[in-house]
Nanobody, 114 residues
Framework: QVQLVESGGGLVQPGGSLRLSCEVS????????MGWYRQAPGKQRELVAHITSGVTTNYAESVKGRFTISRDNAKNTVYLQMNSLKPEDTAVYYCNTKPPNWSWGQGTQVTVSS
């Protein structure tokens, strides 16, 4: 049973930065494309960034140039560096494969507010 544990969220002012981490249990992490998703109140969950097993990256237009996804296969961890945060980035952030194949973790709350 794969488990996803997201961390690194918090309250930050507009223009600030956060780095999210997602640790994945299991030995097959390296073969999967991984994504960061987010869900704001009253909205559907959306994919904001993903990284292939070959480390090609892709981003939603809303975060392009501000967010960077990366992975460390030795640590079974995927990261999301978020810079120049905006209030509209406020959401619960989750990781999963892309497309999502595993049960969702608890997510990590990101709140951007002054």
């Amino acid at each position: 049973q794969v488990q996803l544990v997201e961390s690194g969220g918090g309250l930050v002012q507009p223009g600030g930065s956060l780095r999210l981490s997602c640790e994945v249990s299991g030995s097959m992490f390296r073969i999967y494309a991984m994504g960061w998703y987010r869900q704001a109140p009253g909205k559907q969950r959306e994919l904001v960034a993903h990284i292939t097993s070959g480390v090609t990256t892709n981003y939603a237009e809303s975060v392009k140039g501000r967010f960077t996804i990366s992975r460390d296969n030795a640590k079974n961890t995927v990261y999301l560096q978020m810079n120049s945060l905006k209030p509209e980035d406020t959401a619960v952030y989750y990781c999963n494969t892309k497309p999502p194949n595993w049960s969702w973790g608890q997510g990590t709350q990101v709140t951007v507010s002054s």
